[in-house]
């Protein structure tokens, strides 16, 4: 079964000529991919296209389903249900991912309580800890009290990979 189907994507921000156009791809059910391509291919741009986050002045044509169900056209709230919980993203800079101000396991903990409220405060550490180990992270209970400027390049990409699988 297709979870994500996009048909067409196009995307063009103002005058300029389309950053993106007649992207196909199809990502079944369970299914991980990864976009490569040269620099200013429009990797990034179609990865923000399917998640909700380009700027209001991008121009945003085809079609995006996610099991079925049209995202283009959905609000920002809309999306953000979604984010982080049946559609997650990776972002090539971790440090632009992650919070400076804020240690590992505090940003961790807030991806689980915006999508599953219900989950309390030691469940959410738990979960955490699991998540930092399941992504290979060494020593997860110091990960989780560090800030992200204290970890290795590494380190951050696996803290961000956490955090884009830990709500499944």
């Known amino acids: 079964m297709t979870a994500l189907d996009v048909r067409d994507l196009c995307v063009a921000f103002g005058d300029r000529p389309p950053a993106v156009v007649d992207v196909d791809l199809q990502i079944a ?12 291919s429009g990797k990034s741009v179609t990865a923000l296209a399917v998640m909700g986050l380009l700027p209001e002045y991008a121009t945003v044509t085809g079609e995006v389903r996610l099991a079925g169900q049209s995202l283009l056209g959905r609000t920002d709230r809309q999306m953000s249900a979604l984010r982080g919980h049946a559609l997650g993203m990776v972002f090539q800079e971790p440090m632009s991912a992650l919070d400076p101000t804020m240690k590992v396991g505090r940003q961790m903990g807030e991806v689980i309580e915006l999508h599953r409220p219900k989950v309390g405060r030691a469940g959410r550490y738990l979960e955490v800890l699991d998540m930092l180990d399941r992504v290979g992270i060494d020593d997860p209970q110091r990960i ?8 290795s390049g ?14 499944s």
């Open 29 to 40: 059910e369970g299914e991980r991919v990864g976009l490569i391509g040269e620099s200013g």
């Open 144 to 151: 989780i009290g560090s800030y992200p400027h204290q970890l």
């Open 154 to 167: 590494g380190q951050r990409q696996r803290v961000v990979l956490a955090m884009a699988l830990i709500n």
